[in-house]
Nanobody
Framework: QVQLVESGGGLVQAGGSLRLSCAAS????????MGWFRQAPGKEREFVAR???????RYYADSVKDRFTISRDNAMNTYLRMNSLKPEDTAVYYC??????????????????WGQGTQVTVSS
């Protein structure tokens, strides 16, 4: 069993930055690709970014490309650096672990473990 705990969310003005963190425990971190997803009120959960097991392969949704950066470290943490934030980025952000695909997937149904989420609110 893998436990994931997100932190770093908050309220920020448009154009600002935040860094989300996801701390993993209870498993072999290197066996999991990691992903960030978000869900706004009344909307479906959507893919934001994913990073492969080795930390080299990284993929982004078009809506966040060139603004967000996903990374991971050997201390079992996954990060999402978010720059140039927009009001439409407002959502609950979740990290997730995928034990099947080396590079993860954009399909949130395929992930095995989830954190509890952290709220990000961007004011205009």
């Amino acid at each position: 069993q893998v436990q994931l705990v997100e932190s770093g969310g908050g309220l920020v003005q448009a154009g600002g930055s935040l860094r989300l963190s996801c701390a993993a425990s209870g498993g072999t971190f290197s066996r999991y690709a990691m992903g960030w997803f978000r869900q706004a009120p009344g909307k479906e959960r959507e893919f934001v970014a994913r990073i492969g097991r080795s930390g080299i392969a990284r993929y982004y949704a078009d809506s966040v490309k060139d603004r967000f950066t996903i990374s991971r470290d050997n201390a079992m943490n996954t990060y999402l650096r978010m720059n140039s934030l927009k009001p439409e980025d407002t959502a609950v952000y979740y990290c997730a672990a995928d034990g099947k695909a080396i590079y993860g997937t954009a399909d949130w149904h395929k992930y095995d473990y989830w954190g509890q989420g952290t709220q990000v609110t961007v004011s205009s």
